[in-house]
T-cell receptor
């Protein structure tokens, strides 16, 4: 079975440019999560969706970050304009539904983003 | 909200020895505790999880224990092998926080041959 698929795997761009990260969750999973990983702050949850609807975006650092999930098989995370401090590895994860949420999250291999 | 502390941050063991990583959590309502292994250049991969109605769970060389009273849980790896070298993360989920997992800061495990 295909896992969570993220693209691109690596992105290098200059400060001020728009960055778009993409994620395809595991088929049948109706929760989708976006995380950011840095050495200083570890794994941080940015936003998560349930059935394509954003549930909690309290982790989104500022208005420069936005996320969408237009359908059950695709999500994007955009940064506009990008800044050097946005450099990190961004992970997407998905999980199936459960009344108690106690289902494992499955992670993609991430997008390593470098803002020069 | 929930806070998860993980220790140690680095751990070095000889091949064949056991490794133990410990986590504490703050929200007594937390009821799900997964452990993830992250290899270089990869995303975290679930290796074992435990729910709050169970005190211990084992899967071959890996075991997890949960002490709800003390609010801590531990990962035990026996007969370590060089391929166990990776960063390990614990996490906790509370019904008070919706679907969120709160992660510990990670433990870098090095198994020396």
């Amino acid at each position: 079975d295909a896992g969570v698929i993220q693209s691109p795997r690596h992105e290098v761009t200059e400060m001020g440019q728009e960055v778009t990260l993409r994620c395809k969750p595991i088929s049948g999973h109706d929760y989708l999560f976006w995380y950011r990983q840095t050495m200083m702050r570890g794994l941080e949850l940015l936003i998560y969706f349930n059935n394509n609807v954003p549930i909690d975006d309290s982790g989104m650092p500022e208005d420069r970050f936005s996320a969408k999930m237009p359908n059950a098989s695709f999500s994007t995370l955009k940064i506009q304009p990008s800044e050097p401090r946005d450099s990190a590895v961004y992970f997407c994860a998905s999980s199936p539904t459960d009344r108690g949420f106690n289902q494992p999250q499955h992670f993609g291999d991430g997008t390593r983003l470098s803002i020069l | 909200g929930e806070n998860v502390e993980q220790h140690p941050s680095t751990l070095s063991v000889q091949e064949g020895d056991s490794a133990v990583i410990k986590c504490t959590y703050s929200d007594s309502a937390s009821n799900y505790f997964p452990w993830y292994k992250q290899e270089l250049g990869k995303g975290p991969q679930l290796i074992i999880d435990i729910r709050s109605n169970v005190g211990e769970k084992k899967d071959q060389r890996i075991a997890v224990t949960l002490n709800k009273t003390a609010k801590h849980f531990s990962l035990h790896i026996t007969e370590t092998q060089p391929e166990d070298s990776a960063v390990y993360f614990c996490a906790a989920r509370s019904p008070n926080q919706g679907g969120k997992l709160i992660f510990g800061q990670g433990t870098e495990l090095s198994v020396k041959p």
